[in-house]
């Protein structure tokens, strides 16, 4: 017997319409307003810090009668293309490996440079590193199955202790699947599912209530 309750018909009172139609609004403006706001946060914090850099007679204000936002992440996008370029030549690796060794020799605050370094570089990697594919598996116990993202084959040192090929998993939380777990399982014990990164992360966040199921011929 299932456990979900059947749908049945309900007459519509006048307030539960109203009730319906501002959670659809709400559904439908509260992602897009939290989006700008962060875009438009991220813009002000890169303009707090980097419009002192630049001279006043170059800001937009001073011929302008409104603050005109984005001057600073200009900037940003600015010295990050030019460091990255610098980067390139043969002078730049020498400094850059310079740096690098010194910063790892910094104690403490070496081993969270490279830890942060190896997520930005994974992160920013063209060669499809990131999450690429959804599974399931069966956690916490036998019988239970939870979302996980597969992220790359085990470290071989890992293989040899367990004794058979392991993969790397990302098993989210929810509602937050920023954070999460790290865990190793057995090859044969995933189950790849058909879906995007993107639709397993839409159930993730939702807590399974957002479930849409865009196989071809089903509705």
């Not at 419009?51 to 600015?78: F, H, M, N, Q, S």
């Not at 830890?115 to 036998?142: C, N, W």
């Not at 399982?185 to 807590?207: F, H």
Request: proline content about 7%; overall charge positive.
């Amino acid at each position: 017997m299932s456990i979900l309750p059947e749908s049945k018909k309900k007459r519509r009172t006048f307030l539960g319409a109203l009730r319906t139609y501002f959670l659809t609004g709400l559904v439908i403006t509260a992602p897009i307003y939290i989006t700008f706001y962060l875009v438009l946060w991220f813009v002000e914090f890169l303009d707090n810090y980097f419009r002192p850099l630049i001279p006043k007679v170059y800001w937009p204000t001073t011929y302008l009668p409104v603050d005109v936002p984005g001057v600073g992440l200009i900037l940003a996008l600015v010295l990050l293309t030019v460091i990255g370029g610098l980067a390139a030549n043969f002078l730049g690796r020498y400094l850059l490996a310079l740096s690098d060794r010194l910063m790892r020799k910094i104690p403490m605050a070496g081993s969270v440079y490279t830890m942060l370094k190896q997520v930005f570089q994974t992160a920013v990697s063209e060669d499809g590193a990131a999450f690429h594919q959804v599974a399931l598996i069966e956690y916490p116990r036998k019988g239970l199955h939870a979302i996980a993202f597969v992220t790359k084959a085990a470290d071989p040192r890992v293989n040899n202790a367990t004794g058979k090929p392991m993969i790397g998993v990302f098993l989210p939380t929810t509602p937050n699947p920023t954070s999460g777990f790290l865990l190793f399982v057995p090859e044969d014990e995933l189950t790849i599912l058909d879906m995007t990164v993107e639709d397993g992360a839409r159930i993730v966040i939702s807590a399974g209530l957002v479930n849409e199921d865009k196989t071809p011929g089903k509705k």
